[in-house]
């Protein structure tokens, strides 16, 4: 069964202190790993789309990168307006339809 | 362009009443999709449209589920006899053909309270 998961389900961080989310998937064939913000309240935000392993892509505080079981979103001294619910979903090697397999998210907490 | 418009934000309703839903994607896209959302969760696919057609449904969207865009532009998507289990947030979102490196527009969201 196709699957991703992401962790930790939660992260504190104090503003400045870098850490990495994970996202892991295991899927029948990848045709693009995207990343997501979501404020409370709203509908997720598109961040990044990656394709192939290796691949790396960024976004002022934010890096995202991709293995073949595993993609990282990276902050880097984070502030607290990154505090956000991030997503990771997948689309599958067979979907031309664009639908999107997400993971359960990882909630952010950047304190001043 | 002032995004992805879902119409009602709330909705709170009595279990076994009827509700729908509204969704006004980006006037160019030609993609839109449903899902759902509940608390501490991904959103899950319910369906998807290229334009006026209805090309994929979940197998979460039972019988009681229907979602319809006429003429390609608006989407609707309504619950008969409404259950508690089907509190959740419902989100649109739409794409132009393939999303490639611009993934979705997504809405707001409608949140449903089943009471």
């Known amino acids: 069964e196709d699957q991703v998961t992401q962790s930790p389900e939660a992260l504190r961080l104090q503003e400045g202190e870098s850490s990495s989310l994970n996202c892991s998937y295991t899927v029948s064939g990848l045709r693009g790993l995207f990343w997501y913000r979501q404020d409370p309240g709203k509908g997720p935000e598109f961040l990044f789309t990656l394709y192939s392993a290796g691949e790396e892509k960024e976004k002022e505080r934010l890096k995202a990168t991709l293995t073949k079981k595993e993609s990282f979103l990276h902050i880097t001294a984070p502030k607290p307006e990154d505090s956000a619910t991030y997503l990771c979903?997948?689309?599958?090697?067979?979907?031309?339809?664009?639908?999107?397999?997400f993971g359960q998210g990882t909630t952010l907490q950047v304190k001043p | 362009d002032t995004g992805v418009s879902q119409n009602p934000r709330h909705k709170i309703t009595k279990r076994g009443q009827n509700v729908t839903f509204r969704c006004d994607p980006i006037?160019?896209?030609?993609?839109l999709y449903w899902y759902r959302q509940t608390l501490g969760q991904g959103p899950e696919f319910l369906t998807y449209f290229q334009n006026e057609a209805q090309l994929e449904k979940s197998r979460l969207l039972s019988d009681r589920f229907s979602a319809e865009r006429p003429k390609g532009s608006f989407s609707t998507l309504e619950i008969q006899r409404t259950e508690q289990g089907d509190s959740a947030m419902y989100l649109c979102?739409?794409?132009?053909?393939?999303?490639?490196?611009?993934?979705?527009?997504f809405g707001s969201g409608t949140r449903l309270t089943v009471v």
């Open positions: 006037s160019e896209h030609n993609r």
């Open positions: 979903a997948v689309q599958l090697g067979s979907s031309n339809t664009g639908k999107l397999i």
């Open positions: 979102a739409s794409s132009h053909y393939e999303q490639g490196d611009y993934g979705y527009t």
